[in-house]
C-alpha cells in the first residue's frame, strides 16, 4: 500500500509499503478514505520529537471504512465508517474508567521510555514518535487501530468525510480547552494562536457561552477567519504590547479566561533525541513559551488559564509568582479525544457547526510529500491539508 | 483464595519487603511497582500459575509446569533460543513469590502483593538478579534478567498490568513501515 514516511528532517516520502494485520485480538483494520495533515505534524517535520525512526508511517487525523475485525473487537464491525481519534486508549485501565483517554496506562508498548521523559507517560499516539509508542499512522491506504472498541466513532453512511474528520483531533481540542477554561455566560476569553485548533478553540468557546472572544496571531488570513467566526483580531505584529491591548479591551480587569493554543513544540523545542538529555538538563529551558507567559499575565484574578498548545520540557521564566497572586487555574493537557467525539458529532449533525471551515487544500497522497514543503513554508496560505485516499 | 481471617487480611494490606537474602546484591533502591486494578486474589492466582508468565514476560516463549514447585521454561527472542528448569524458593500466599533457575543460583525474580487502598486493585513489586559471574547478561536472558533489571522488571510489570487490565499486550510488532524494502536488500 502507499504511506507517506517520515525519512528525516524535512523529508516526508510516499512509499510502497506492507498492508497492515490484525496483530492483538481487539484490533481492526481500517481502509482509509480521508486523512488530514496537522499542526502537530509539522513539529515532526521540522525534527524537533526526538525518537522518530525512518520509515515511520506518519498521521494522527484518520477516517474510513473498517475491513477486519479481531476476535475480541465487539462493538464494531467490518464495514462500519469510522472516525479514528488520535490518541490510543485501552478502555479499560483506571484512566479509561475516568474518561482520561489521553492518560491511558496500556496501549503504550515502551511506556518505560514515556515515563523516564514525563515521569509518569500518557497514552500511546498514532504516527507520532517511539516515545508514544511508535505505532504506524493513517496517512496511508491503511492503518491497524488497536482497542478498537474504544478508538472509535461511527457515524452515519453517507456523511461527508470533510463534515467528521475533524472529530479525530482538533475539534475535540478546540473543545476541550474550552470547557477547561471554565467558561461563564457572559465571559470575555483571549485566544493565543488563530492555527486550525485556536479556529476551533474559538467556535468552541461561543458555544459555551463567551460573549466576547480576542484572538491573537500575526497571519492576517488565520486573523480573518477568526473574526468569521466572530472573533475580535488582534495581529500581535502590529501592537506595541499584547499585555496593554488586552487590559484595554477589558477595562483593566484581564479576559476571564486566556487559552494557549500556540504550543511550543514549534519554536524552541530543543529536546533533541536523548531521553536522559532531558533529565540531565535541570534547569535549562529547553520550549518557548511566549504565548504562555502572556496568558498567565493578562489573565484576570481568579481566571482561568486553559493549555491546549503541546510543552515538551522544562519551562524558563514561567511567573509563576503572578499566577499564585491572581489565584488562577491552570488546566492542560493531550485532548481525551474519546470523551468529546460524540457529543461533537451531535453538534454537527444538528448544523451547529461545519468543522470542514478550516480546510485550505485536497490533494491524492502521491502530492503528500510536497503538501507538507508547503505547509512548512507558507502558513499563511496553506492551513489544512486534506488527503484522500 | 478466600478471605479467611482478619489477621490474612491486614498481612495482605502490607507490601513485605522482597528478602535480599535471595539476591546476589544488596540494593538500597525500591523494587519495580506498579498499580493493577485487579483484586489481589485474582493477581496472585494469575501469578502462581507459572503457565501465565509468557502472556507478559519479554522474551519467554512458554513455560510446561513440571510439578507444583518445578516448571520447565523456554526463552525464545531475536534468534536466540535458551532453556531452564526453574523452581519456585519461596512463597507466602497472596503476597510473596519468589522464584528461581535450578543450578543457578544468580536468576531469581521475585514478586511481591499489597491490596492497594481505597479498592483500587494491587500493588504488585517485581524484582530480578543480574548474573555477576557473566560481568553482564547477553542475549534473551537480557531481556528477562536484564543488564538493568529494575528497568527489566518494569517493563515487565507494565506488561503484566496491560494483560490483566486489558486481554492484551501493546505491541507494535509485524506493522509495516518504510524500512522493510530497504533492509531486504
Ligand atoms: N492538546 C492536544 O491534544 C493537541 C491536539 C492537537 C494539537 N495540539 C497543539 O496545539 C497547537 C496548535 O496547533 P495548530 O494545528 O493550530 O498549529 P499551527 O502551527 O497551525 O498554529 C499555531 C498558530 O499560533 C500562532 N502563534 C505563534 N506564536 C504566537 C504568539 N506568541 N502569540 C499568538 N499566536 C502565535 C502561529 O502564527 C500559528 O498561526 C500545537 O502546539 C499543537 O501541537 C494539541
Ligand atoms: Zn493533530
Ligand atoms: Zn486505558
Redesign the pocket.
Known amino acids: 500500500m502507499k504511506a507517506l514516511c517520515w525519512e528525516g528532517k524535512h523529508n516526508v516520502k510516499m512509499k510502497e509499503v506492507a498492508q497492515p494485520r490484525i496483530l492483538n485480538p481487539s484490533d481492526a483494520i481500517i481502509k482509509v478514505t480521508t486523512a488530514a495533515i496537522?499542526?502537530?505534524d509539522?513539529?515532526l517535520y521540522d525534527g524537533y520529537i526526538p525518537s522518530m525512526e525512518k520509515g515511520d508511517i506518519l498521521g494522527h487525523e484518520t477516517m474510513g471504512e473498517i475491513v477486519e475485525v479481531g476476535p475480541n473487537v465487539k462493538r464494531v464491525k467490518v464495514g462500519d465508517k469510522i472516525v479514528i481519534p488520535f490518541d490510543i486508549a485501552c478502555g479499560h485501565c483506571s484512566h479509561c474508567g475516568d474518561e482520561e483517554y489521553?492518560l491511558c496506562e496500556n496501549t503504550n508498548p515502551n511506556a518505560a521510555l514515556g515515563d523516564t521523559l514525563y515521569d509518569h507517560g500518557g497514552a500511546a499516539l498514532f504516527g507520532y514518535s517511539h516515545i508514544y509508542g511508535g505505532y504506524a499512522g493513517g496517512q496511508a491506504e491503511y492503518i491497524r487501530v488497536p482497542h478498537v472498541d474504544t478508538n472509535s466513532l461511527v457515524v452515519p453512511q453517507g456523511i461527508e468525510d470533510e463534515k467528521v474528520l475533524f472529530l479525530s483531533?482538533?475539534f475535540p481540542?478546540g473543545y476541550m480547552a474550552a470547557v477547561n477554561a471554565n467558561i461563564k455566560p457572559g465571559d470575555t476569553v483571549a485566544v493565543?494562536?488563530?492555527?486550525?485548533?485556536?479556529q476551533m478553540v474559538i467556535k468552541s468557546c461561543f458555544m459555551l457561552g463567551a460573549e466576547r472572544v480576542i484572538a491573537?496571531?500575526?497571519?492576517e488570513g488565520?486573523l480573518n477567519l477568526a473574526r468569521q467566526s466572530g472573533a475580535i483580531g488582534i495581529n500581535?505584529a502590529d501592537v506595541e504590547g499584547i499585555l496593554d491591548e488586552l487590559n484595554y479591551l477589558t477595562g483593566g480587569v484581564g479576559p476571564d479566561s486566556c487559552i494557549d493554543?500556540?504550543?511550543l513544540?514549534?519554536h524552541g523545542h530543543t529536546v533533541t533525541a536523548t531521553i536522559d538529555r532531558v533529565k540531565a538538563a535541570a534547569g535549562l529551558a529547553t520550549d518557548r513559551p511566549?504565548?504562555l507567559r502572556q496568558a498567565i499575565q493578562a489573565c484576570k484574578k481568579g481566571g482561568t488559564v486553559s493549555i491546549?498548545?503541546?510543552y515538551g520540557g522544562l519551562l524558563d521564566k514561567i511567573p509563576f509568582g503572578a499566577a499564585f497572586g491572581k489565584a488562577l487555574t491552570l488546566k492542560m493537557?493531550?485532548?481525551h479525544t474519546q470523551k468529546y467525539m460524540k457529543p461533537l458529532l451531535d453538534r454537527i449533525m444538528n448544523d451547529e457547526i461545519d468543522p470542514s471551515f478550516v480546510i485550505t487544500h485536497r490533494v491524492d497522497i502521491t502530492k503528500g510529500p510536497e503538501m507538507y514543503d508547503k505547509f512548512h513554508k507558507q502558513?499563511d496560505d496553506v492551513f489544512k491539508v486534506v488527503i484522500k485516499m | 483464595m478466600a478471605k479467611t481471617d482478619s489477621l490474612r487480611e491486614s498481612e495482605l494490606q502490607v507490601r513485605k519487603p522482597i528478602p535480599s537474602k535471595y539476591f546476589n546484591e544488596d540494593s538500597s533502591f525500591h523494587p519495580a511497582s506498579v498499580l493493577i486494578s485487579k483484586p489481589i486474589e485474582e493477581v496472585w492466582a494469575f501469578l502462581r500459575d507459572m503457565t501465565n508468565m509468557p502472556k507478559f514476560i519479554r522474551g519467554l516463549a512458554s513455560v510446561q509446569v513440571l510439578d507444583d514447585k518445578r516448571s520447565h521454561w523456554v526463552f525464545d527472542h531475536q534468534g536466540q533460543h535458551h532453556e531452564n528448569d526453574s523452581e519456585i524458593i519461596a512463597e507466602e500466599m497472596g503476597s510473596l513469590l519468589v522464584w528461581g533457575a535450578v543450578g543457578e543460583k544468580n536468576q531469581v525474580g521475585a514478586v511481591s502483593l499489597e491490596r492497594a487502598p481505597g479498592g483500587r486493585g494491587t500493588f504488585v513489586s517485581m524484582r530480578t538478579s543480574t548474573d555477576h559471574e557473566k560481568g553482564k547478561v547477553t542475549g534473551v536472558l537480557a531481556w528477562y534478567f536484564g543488564g538493568d533489571p529494575k528497568s527489566a522488571s518494569y517493563i515487565n510489570l507494565r506488561r503484566l498490568k496491560a494483560y490483566m487490565e486489558t486481554g492484551e499486550v501493546p505491541t507494535v510488532e509485524g506493522q509495516p513501515n518504510g524500512r522493510e524494502q530497504e533492509l531486504k536488500h
Open positions: 496537522c499542526g502537530s509539522l513539529h489521553s483531533d482538533i481540542t493565543w494562536g488563530c492555527g486550525p485548533v485556536g491573537i496571531d500575526e497571519y488565520r500581535f493554543a500556540v504550543g513544540e514549534a511566549d504565548a491546549p498548545g503541546v493537557g493531550q485532548t502558513k
